[in-house]
């Protein structure tokens, strides 16, 4: 069973058709890469794999669960298990780290205040952000915030992590530091989507790559089979001759 | 030209029709989630704290302000007809039934409406309002109820307060201006103030509440286009919460008064 389907999926804003037929599924354990052009409707996907958007038409399938039609009540034991990462971290900004971290475990689990320290202090050690408990998002660097951002995603230990351009921005150092946590978490067997214009990344993180040009998928495949297909779309969009 | 005008009329209706509609819509979440768990009761209190005890210098400022110069205009308006000893009687009832909640409710207008906005707009395009609900929780329990139930318990205590503050300061007008004694002042204003003036008074502004936090709430959790949104709405949300709390008074002075006709 695959871990996340899509099938015939139309989204519109407006006037704006931004999806006209999107067909998509990820198998268990897997990472897929979804790249475009700015404003192709990459972003739109993700959130609506968790509920944020909601399909025009077509059905969205997550553990063979339809939630195409979920309201916010019904999606809550969804969003337990499935993981965003946003774009800018979207850290809550009246709150410190740890109490941005703690926010998922105080409501959804029944965690004394000591495990949560615990679990807390753990999980930013592993992210090597041991020491910024107290700190408030205003004062952490950019690639701070999206692996404080991460850290949050995954502290609930979810089954399926949805990143939206997660290396956006960064430096090297931090672009390898995120690139690591998610091979770790995909060793994990934890299903992934990630959204990005990082090649790099994306070659180094994903198994299989999805081309999405004026709400369609244009190409597919694994790095291989990219790599093979000499003076195709997505070949021209990787070096930057077509998006 | 016509075509013009039509469509200016149009659009308006339209986007009249729209916050009517969004506004109520909210309303609408706001009830039925109120009575669901988990209930967050530090929220509202941290509201209560951040809308009543933060505005309460403002509210006093502006309280003992239009006592006093009540009490200066209608002393020497009256004075000349020889009716100063009115003036207890007429400040009173006016700050009670009036002055007191309009004045109140509209510095909260400003300082607190525009504060929602504000501070959910900012979540909003920073995508925090969508992390509250990738997180598996409900913005509208989270940011919403707190907001609403913390302006709908505190504009009534604060008006309270400026209605005390404002005959307070008329008292002392009276007093070093006038000559009036304040033993007659203050058995005037208790002859004169019965408890249905106090009680419509403060009636008023428990829909001046929900006028001030759901129009701050609903122009918050639309606000788009970074950090100009943010500043549009919260002068939208300003705007449109005193001019509903001016135009309702009205209203709402008109059904009240009908209530109490048929009560007596």
Redesign the interface.
């Known amino acids: 069973m695959d871990a996340i389907k899509v099938e015939n999926f139309k989204k519109r804003f407006g006037a704006k058709i931004v999806h006209r037929d999107i067909n998509l599924s990820v198998a268990q354990g897997q990472c897929v890469g979804l790249i475009g052009g700015s404003g192709s409707g990459k972003s739109v996907i993700l ?1 609506s794999l ?3 958007e909601k399909a025009d038409e077509g059905r969205i399938m997550i553990e063979g669960e339809d939630i195409t039609h979920y309201n ?1 009540r019904e ?3 969804l ?2 298990k499935v ?2 990462v ?3 971290g ?4 009246s709150m410190s780290v740890e109490a941005n971290l703690a ?2 475990l105080i ?2 689990t029944s965690l004394s205040p000591r495990h949560i320290h615990e679990k807390i202090k753990k999980t930013l050690s592993n992210f090597g952000l041991q020491g910024s408990e107290k700190i408030m998002p205003a004062a952490l660097s950019g690639g701070m915030q999206k692996r404080v951002g991460l850290a ?1 995603a995954i502290i609930m230990e979810p089954k399926i992590i949805l990143y939206d351009e997660p290396t956006a921005g960064l430096d090297p150092f931090n672009t390898r530091k995120i690139q690591e946590k998610i091979l770790e978490l995909k060793k994990g067997g934890v299903t992934s989507i990630l959204v990005t214009h990082d090649m790099p990344t994306a070659f180094a993180v994903c198994d299989r790559m999805i081309l999405i040009v004026d709400g369609h998928i244009v190409a597919e495949g694994t790095r291989t089979q990219l790599e093979n297909q000499k003076g195709s779309i997505m070949e021209k969009f990787i070096t930057g001759e077509a998006y | 030209m016509i075509n013009g005008i039509t469509n200016t009329v149009g659009s308006l209706i339209i986007r009249f029709l729209s916050f009517v509609g969004g506004v109520t819509y909210l309303a609408q979440e706001m009830w039925s989630h109120l009575w669901r768990r ?1 209930f967050y009761p530090a929220l509202i209190v941290e509201q209560m704290y951040q809308i009543g005890v933060r505005s309460l210098s403002l509210v006093s400022a502006t309280a003992f302000s239009t006592g006093a110069v009540m009490a200066l205009q209608f002393g020497f308006g009256l004075e000349r007809f020889g009716g100063k000893y009115y003036v207890p009687k007429v400040v009173a009832l006016s700050l009670v039934r009036e002055l007191g909640p309009v004045f109140t409710s509209l510095m909260l207008a400003g300082r607190i409406g525009a504060g929602i906005t504000a501070e959910i707009g900012s ?1 909003n395009v ?3 309002i ?2 509250i ?6 913005p509208i329990k989270k940011i919403v109820i707190p907001r609403v139930l913390g302006c709908l318990i505190v504009l009534p205590l604060l008006t309270v307060i400026a209605n005390f503050i404002g005959i307070l300061a008329s008292l002392f007008i009276c007093q070093a201006e006038l000559g009036l004694d304040p033993l007659f002042f203050y058995q005037k204003v208790v002859y004169t103030v019965v408890l249905t003036d106090f009680v419509v008074g403060v009636a008023k502004t428990l829909f001046f509440a929900a006028f001030i936090s759901l129009v701050g709430c609903y122009y918050g959790m639309r606000t788009v286009g970074g950090t100009q949104g943010v500043g549009i709405a919260t002068t939208k949300s300003v705007v449109t919460s005193s001019i509903l709390i001016v135009t309702s008074d009205f209203a709402l002075t008109k059904l009240f008064w009908i209530f109490e006709k048929w009560t007596q």
Do not use: V, W
Request: glycine share 8%; proline share 8%; charged share 25%.
């Open positions: 959130r968790i509920g944020l916010e999606l809550i034991p969003r337990k993981a965003y946003f774009q800018g979207a850290l809550f900004d926010y998922p409501e959804h949050r | 988990p979540m920073t995508q925090q969508d992390a609900r990738a997180l598996g929780t409900s």
